[in-house]
Every structure is written in C-alpha cells, then in structure tokens.
C-alpha cells in the first residue's frame, strides 16, 4: 500500500474504538466524551462532531443568575456551557488548544474562564470575578471554581507549566497566561507604574497576579486575550 494513499491516511487518523473511558484524550489536542445516559457540561461551540443519541441544551454561564450575564457583556469573557447528555461520542477541541484531562476527588480548582472545556455534571462551577482587576481590565478577570468529584478538561495554549507556590515566597504571573490555580489561593493584582511601562503601553500600567500562600499554579507559553472571538 502506498504510503500516502487515502487507505493509509484513514489508518493513520482513525478514531480509536478500543478504549471507552468517560473522559479521554483522541489526540493531545481533542477530548472524547463516552456518555452512556450521563450528562456532561461543555464549552459551548467545542463540539466537532457526535455519534449516537445526544442532546444539547444551551446552560447559559458556567453558574446562572443575572450577575453572570451581566459579567459576559462587561468583558465579553463568559464561557457559555452546554448541557449534554444521552448516549454516544463526543468528540471536542478550542481552536487547536492542547487538552488536559484532571480528576477532582472532594476539592477544588479556580480555572480562567476561557479555558474550561467540559466537566461532569457532579463538578459544581460558580463563576467570579477578581474584584481588584475591574479598573485595570475593562470588566475584569473572570475565573470559574469547580469543586466536588468528577472529571473536568481544561485547555492551554502550547505546553502547561505548574510553579509551585510556598509560603513567603510569591509567585506572580501574566493574568493572560495564567490559566488555573489551586483552589486554596486567592490572587490579588499587583500593579507598577513607571516610565518604562509607560512607553510600552498605552495605559501607563503593567499588572500581575501575585498567589501567597502554599499551593500552585499552572501558567501557559502564550498570553491569551480575553474578548476574542470563541
């Protein structure tokens, strides 16, 4: 057989059909939902394709209630998620960002917004804003918690790196690299003002997020802006 002929290409590309965990990664960059009459929270526009009898309700913000509408049109950030449910496979992607499967046992995460995938329907999400960033980031830095057992997938842009954060010694990212941190830590913003700042951006202000206290970060190798399109 010819080595680029459309037999070898199927081959090469083909669905794996020998495993049929709930939540599995197809590729580094696509998340397989086996769904046998269960109900699963996904990120709304990350379907790619389905087989089976599936259903899909629009659930509005990861958490309901007015504030979070209200939030999504200050900052254009909401992720909006989708109720999905029956029996069959999903299978799910966010423009080419790579998937990271993680199993929450009684705790919990604070994960950037825009890079929530899916989670279980077992997983509770309540969704907040950094109050301390609202002058700085036209709205806001809105971050989901998810807690509780169950399966979530997150995404990032390239390769997830995790700095470890220890008493005494603050750790302090880029808001927009920044991608989840562990549920114990509560960010504050830290903001330097200065001539060199200045001239480099339009605002006159630089900003991080500053994490105290013990626990960790996961950060990301690009600075992703909130408000483009998803």
């Known amino acids: 057989m010819n080595k680029y002929s459309i037999q070898s290409f199927?081959?090469?590309?083909?669905?794996?059909?020998?495993?049929?965990d709930f939540f599995q990664l197809e590729s580094p960059h696509m998340l397989e939902l086996n769904i046998s009459n269960q109900t699963v929270?996904?990120?709304?526009?990350?379907?790619?394709?389905?087989?089976?009898?599936?259903?899909?309700?629009?659930?509005?913000m990861l958490s309901k209630g007015i504030g979070n509408l209200i939030k999504k049109t200050v900052s254009g950030e909401?992720?909006?998620?989708?109720?999905?449910?029956?029996?069959?496979?999903?299978?799910?992607?966010?423009?080419?960002?790579?998937?990271?499967?993680?199993?929450?046992?009684?705790?919990?995460?604070?994960?950037?917004?825009?890079?929530?995938?899916?989670?279980?329907?077992?997983?509770?999400?309540?969704?907040?804003?950094?109050?301390?960033?609202?002058?700085?980031?036209?709205?806001?830095?809105?971050?989901?918690?998810?807690?509780?057992?169950g399966h979530i997938a997150i995404t990032t842009h390239g390769n997830p790196m995790t700095l470890i954060v220890k008493p005494g010694q603050p750790i302090y990212t880029d808001p927009n690299a920044t991608v989840a941190w562990s549920g114990n830590l509560t960010?504050?913003?830290?903001?330097?003002?200065?001539?060199?700042?200045?001239?480099?951006r339009g605002s006159g202000e630089s900003f991080q997020m500053m994490f105290e206290g013990e626990g960790w970060v996961i950060i990301q190798p690009c600075e992703e802006v909130y408000g483009s399109p998803q």
Request: glycine letters at 12%; proline letters at 1%; a positive charge.
């Open 10 to 20: 199927i081959q090469e590309t083909a669905q794996d059909e020998t495993k049929n």
């Open 41 to 60: 929270m996904l990120k709304k526009g990350a379907m790619v394709a389905y087989a089976g009898n599936i259903k899909f309700e629009r659930e509005g």
């Open 78 to 149: 909401g992720t909006t998620m989708m109720k999905t449910s029956g029996t069959g496979r999903v299978y799910a992607a966010d423009f080419e960002k790579r998937v990271r499967i993680l199993y929450l046992e009684n705790e919990s995460i604070n994960v950037n917004g825009n890079d929530i995938l899916a989670h279980e329907q077992s997983v509770a999400s309540e969704v907040k804003m950094m109050k301390s960033v609202a002058g700085i980031m036209g709205g806001g830095l809105f971050q989901a918690r998810l807690s509780g057992t």
């Open 187 to 200: 960010p504050t913003m830290k903001t330097d003002i200065s001539f060199k700042t200045f001239i480099g």
